[in-house]
């Protein structure tokens, strides 16, 4: 291997955004049971000699994730445990060999108004755990019981280390007054430009220069959060594997949203009016690899305007994901777009006609159609977040309808119901699917009063 006193700064490369690419992750067990031990995945990272190619420094850490080539992932509180192992081949004047997970958000903003009071304010990090595991001071690590101060190390070496999360971080916010906040979620999407960040790092200082070698890789964090348990009826059908009653059977398991009136034309001569009433099933709280399970009710004195629009393929319901960012971050609750806004479609709600699938509950006339819903949540579904300078948060949305032969009277959103999503299941019965055999979700929606669904908005510094 090559002296380290030669090594440059080295860390292992992420994406141009500096953070990995999101893991597709099954949600986990609030309560594992003892029968079903957790199972850990090892991750291994070096440092590898410029001349030979072989690793000299390994940083070894075992995490939840379901390979040890994914983002290795951890839960909030969590003791993260693993080694640093080095192989010397020369005798190395080594200063210090540390651990270290920093956590901190990344958002392009600090590039436009650094220096003006719209700047975003948080370039430190809000998290830096480390701890040492070997200086001079504590000996030859060959001979633990030596009290004489070790300048080199030459050979193999192995020193474990254990760093706990903490569930809390203290948060610097306006006019310099602290508050406490749950430690966040990882959150890293694809081609957007702000995203918070975890890295663990092992750092190696050593010769005359105190030069560093870095070995590290960027990680998850989860929250803790998980839902509460559904409605009794709601629990009981999961067990059995049954469809769930809709809200006329059980209101207790049901959030009802207010009425919305949609107006709008039939063939450009005639004006019509449609109410809608969505139903989410309670609590409002949703584990990615699950899905949201809803029910709409569709009524209207034109029976034509309903067999034109109400149909599985006309109606847009959607999960949207609005991210936003900088200091004004935590004060917005709307939906409305602006600086420092990320809007997103997330996936769209299969429906179908409520009562289909052999349930008594159907008691459709001709005013009215009722459907059934789910909106299925991938595992790498972001976790709600609500932290300084980002947050992230989650809304059941009404799109205005598509249908041949109908003109909405506005194209905006209909209605909409905030809801978070966690990584912890329930406790009780797995959530049960109700969607029927070859279900297919529809095509996400190109909603234009979201723009660029993609790019972060940052206004330019003229």
Known sequence: MGNPELEKDIAVPADSNGAPPEETLPAYEAHPSPTHAVRLTEHIFDVRDETTGQPWAILKVKSFAGSSKSLPIFRVGDTITGSVELDLHESTSV?????????????????????????????????????????????????????????????????????????????????????????????????????????????????????????????????????????????????????????????????????????????????????????????????????????????????????LVATP?????????????????????????????????????????????????SSENENERVFSGEIKLKGDTPASCVFPHLVVRHHVVILPFKATGFEPAAKKILTTEKVDIVARLPNGPRPVSSAPQGAVEPPLTDYKEWGNLSNFWVFTAF
């Open 95 to 307: 200063h210090e060999i540390s651990v270290k997970i920093v956590g901190g958000i990344i958002n392009p903003q600090n590039r436009v108004f650094r220096n003006s009071e719209n700047s975003f304010s948080s370039d430190e990090p809000f998290l830096e755990l480390s701890t040492v595991l070997w200086t001079p001071k504590h000996g030859d690590p060959h001979n633990p019981s030596s009290t004489e101060k070790h300048t080199h190390l030459k050979g193999q070496y192995t020193f474990p280390f254990e760093l706990k999360l903490p569930l809390t971080v203290d948060v610097k916010v306006d006019h310099g007054k602290t508050e406490t906040f749950p430690l966040p979620p990882h959150f890293t999407p694809h081609l957007s430009d702000i995203s918070l960040n975890y890295f663990l790092s092992c750092e190696i200082s050593s010769g005359l220069l105190h030069s560093h070698a870095v070995v590290g890789k960027n990680v998850g964090v989860l929250p803790i959060e998980q839902p509460s348990p559904p409605s009794p009826l709601r629990e009981l059908a999961y067990s059995e594997g049954k469809e769930a009653p809709g809200p006329d059977a059980d209101p207790e398991g049901w959030h009802t949203l207010a009425p919305v009136k949609i107006a709008g034309q039939l063939y450009h001569n005639e004006d019509v009016e449609i109410t809608a009433v969505l139903s989410l099933a309670k609590p409002l709280v949703y584990t990615r690899g699950t899905f949201i399970p809803l029910h709409l009710h569709l009524s209207s004195p034109s029976k034509q305007a309903l067999d």
């Open 313 to 361: 393929e006309s109606i847009q319901v959607c999960l949207a994901r609005f991210v936003n960012g900088g200091r004004d971050a935590l004060k917005k609750t709307d939906t409305a777009m602006g600086p420092q806004t990320l809007a997103n479609c997330e996936a769209m709600a299969i429906l179908w006609h409520h009562g289909s699938r052999g349930t008594a509950e």
